[in-house]
């Protein structure tokens, strides 16, 4: 029954002022029992003058409360900070009532009122003792019961006895609705193995193996060890990613709500955080002062790189933001996201960026100094399929910005480029290849500052890898690779915008950036890592399927093309790739032709494509017959030429 009525109201809290005035009681009951205990456990005392003393004391303490809040802490939470309250209280009390006492002794106010400092020490102990016991039994009655009813207890392992182990193991355990027992710590340092934190075992790593999971009956270990690189974590992970056990880690303290550790801050280990490769950390950057007062236009504002763009921008001092995207309820969504952060200095727009009179308008009427061109199509098999559609979107939409940008005088244009435009095999890399091409026509005018970014695959945008596999181990699979060898390079999106910004900040015209992404990664071993972490075996529980390039896929991405090399930067990780010439007349008159063919849906566009661009070779396309074509008319020029010169 009163499990039940407890359980019921576990959502409701004790009055402050019923707090209080249970602890006035306590006090008063203290006082009593030190006069007791003074006499030698009897009443040979002057009774009357406890009575005249009593509502004095109770009125000095119940100030001392008001005054240090004691009182207001949730009983059922107590903590070591509501201790220190009570404490102070006390110590407060106890001063006041000297304090009045030695007054009086000199003053005479209240005749023959005095205590013994023995009582007042004694009333003291017993007080704080009291006091803390109360809310101590109380919480712990409170979680026993809470545990008895409901979901059964749930048993980890906190890995690492720091002080972040320790602060996961307070949260876990105060936390009310979290049925939880903390088995254990694991520790590498030897110096703390074999003691005990709380009354909680300290254990060496080599204990956590399946008899041990077993025995204990252990469902999760959290990693709680701060500023852990992720080549470490992921040696540690490996570990015990065969256990049959969730895995979970701790943020950086950094990431903490208002610098305190939450449950729900403890998430499942990612796959990104496993990435052999070190985050991007620019410092003293400079696009604050590049920003100042701008005007600042990003299209494909609503995508995955756009929208975190955007994101970014808005921490920063500019004068305008304009963001222009053709999804509009991505657009829309990001509009919420951002109103609900408190930012409100932007402008969305529904657009297209091939409607070069829509663009037009904008342009005048907003005046941008810098624009941030992310949109694009950028799935490979997808414009494989779409050649008229990636030309009319990566080529032709760049190409009207670009105009559009030299013709409004904007200062600064930062085009979003892609890995895949490096000695391109599909025509998604080859347009985005082209469109930076046009742009380096145009920079030759010296108008418009014209910047572009190079990167690997972004974890977690729209349609890469990483969420694949998610959704594919959810419906139980199998993980779909395309080739047992396929490597790629990896970035997080938050670093890809950072590189943008910072690149247009920084940029003085005709470069072309890139970074050290590190070590490329294998996609089978991705998908491998990925199972173990969902706490599946493979190939047991879920299988991985070779499907074959698609096409247009390389088995491995590039970041430089044949004839480039690299200038650094002020930045170690970032580069500025030196590219190779080209004749600009003749490259701009042949992107005006491939623009005017697409137009008109004629049949050699992807011939156009591959004149522009000659590093352009198709591979498991249908487009590879035109590279045939090409090998075989270049043989037969070379042939006829060598007759030519016989006969001569």
Known sequence: MIKKYIFDNSKH??????????????????????????????????????????PIVISLFLISFLISGSYKGVVRHTGIKDVYAIFNAICLASIAI????????????????????????????LTFIALTAARYVFKICYESLLVSKGSPTKNLIVYGAG???????????????????????????????GKQINGVKVYDKSILTKDFVRFHNISEVIFSIQNIRPKQLRVLVNEIVDLPVKVKIVPPVEDWINGELKVSQIKQVQIEDLL????????????????????????GGAGSIGSELVRQICKYNYGTLVVIDQAESALYDLQQELKQAGFFNFIPIVGDIRDKNKMRVLFEEYRPDRIFHAAAYKHVPLMECNPYEAVKINVAGTKTLVDLAVDYDVEKFVFVSTDKAVNPTNIMGATKRIAEMYISCRQQEGRTKFITTRFGNVLGSNGSVIPLFRKQIEKGGPLTVTHKDITRYFMTIP??????????????GGEIFIFDMGESVKILDLAKNMIRLSGLHYPDDIDIKITGLRPGEKLYEELLANGENTLPTYHDKIMISKVRNINYTKTRTKIDELCISNLFFKDNVVQLMKSIVPEYISNNSDFCKLDANNEQSETTKAAKSQIAQLNS
């Open 13 to 54: 809290y004790a009055s402050k002022w019923t707090v209080l005035f249970i602890d006035l009681c306590i006090v008063g009951v203290s006082f009593i029992l030190a006069y007791f205990i003074r006499f030698n456990l009897s009443f040979n005392f002057d009774v009357q003058r406890l009575w005249t003393q009593l």
């Open 98 to 125: 000297i304090t009045i006492i030695l007054t009086n002794r000199y003053l005479d106010i209240v005749e023959g009122f005095t205590i013994p400092l023995s009582i007042i020490i004694i009333n003291s102990l």
């Open 163 to 193: 002080e972040s182990g320790i602060i996961t193991y307070n949260t876990l355990t105060n936390h009310s609705k979290m049925k939880v027992k903390v088995v254990g710590f694991v520790d590498n340092n030897l110096l703390k193995v």
């Open 276 to 299: 052999d490769r070190q985050p991007i950390k620019i410092k003293n950057s400079k696009v604050v002062k590049d920003f100042e007062d701008k005007v600042i236009m990003v299209t």
């Open 495 to 508: 670093e890809a915008s950072q590189l943008v910004l910072e690149a247009g900040a920084m940029g003085k």
